[in-house]
């Protein structure tokens, strides 16, 4: 079983709805990510949080606002979206957070399924 | 930016064989990761690997990384129909402060007929 949590599962939205996906771990981990993955193709990373803090923004279009409100929560709020952002969304968090050495893990929740209508 | 050449795109095996899948890189990494997908569920992680050479088993699984630390390869032995999945590698870099990056082979689809 992950011990990444993320809610909900499947989400359907309109292009002017506001949404949010949720993302939870208590392994203690500083880092946590968002990914976007469509079908048949390998993650592609949108944000990093660490410590709290954003630290990697991959050129994600504004509509898509993450938000980090402690070091077990991670949010990604929707807004405006397109049906071209329908995707599985998927948070991870990190391991062997050191910053001397080049180990850690990610390990991935489920992901949320999210249609944009 | 850093690209992860992943081979075989997809394999068609019986139950029982041995399967190899491999990633070549034209940089380096300090981290090679293997992760196996179901469909609908997020990546598994399967292997970490952290020295070059390092050879690494998990069960029915083995990895190695690549002693120039631009590649490394994933064998399965004696398949069960549960392998069935996809197969991501993933090169990972400290690319300074506390900022890691992971890129992803586009995978290796993997079908096991009983």
């Known amino acids: 079983d992950t011990e990444v949590t993320q809610t909900p599962k499947h989400l359907v939205m309109g292009m002017t709805n506001k949404k949010s996906l949720k993302c939870e771990q208590h392994?203690?981990?500083?880092?946590m990510y968002w990914y976007k993955q469509k079908a048949k193709k390998p993650p592609e990373l949108m944000f990093v949080y660490s410590y709290e803090k954003l630290s990697i923004n991959e050129s994600v279009p504004s509509r898509f606002s993450p938000e980090c409100p402690n070091s077990s929560l991670l949010n990604l709020h929707l807004h405006a979206l397109q049906p071209e952002d329908s995707a599985l969304y998927l948070c991870a968090s990190r391991t062997g957070w050191a910053t001397n050495h080049h180990t850690g893990e990610l390990f991935f929740g489920e992901g949320s399924r999210l249609t944009v209508l | 930016g850093q690209q992860l050449n992943q081979s075989p795109q997809s394999m068609f095996i019986q139950e029982g064989e041995d399967v190899s899948m491999n990633c070549t890189s034209s940089?380096?990494?300090?981290?090679w990761l293997w992760y196996k997908q179901d469909p609908g569920e997020g990546p598994v992680l399967l292997i970490a690997?952290?020295?070059?050479?390092e050879l690494t088993s998990n069960g029915r699984l083995t990895a190695q990384f690549g002693i120039t630390r631009k590649d490394s390869f994933l064998n399965i032995s004696a398949s069960i129909p549960s392998d069935v999945g996809i197969y991501f590698c993933a090169g990972q870099l400290w690319s300074g402060g506390s900022n890691y990056k992971l890129t992803f082979g586009k995978g290796t689809l993997l079908t096991v007929n009983p």
């Open positions: 690997l952290y020295k070059a050479g």
């Open positions: 392994m203690g981990h500083r880092a």
């Open positions: 940089s380096i990494f300090n981290t």
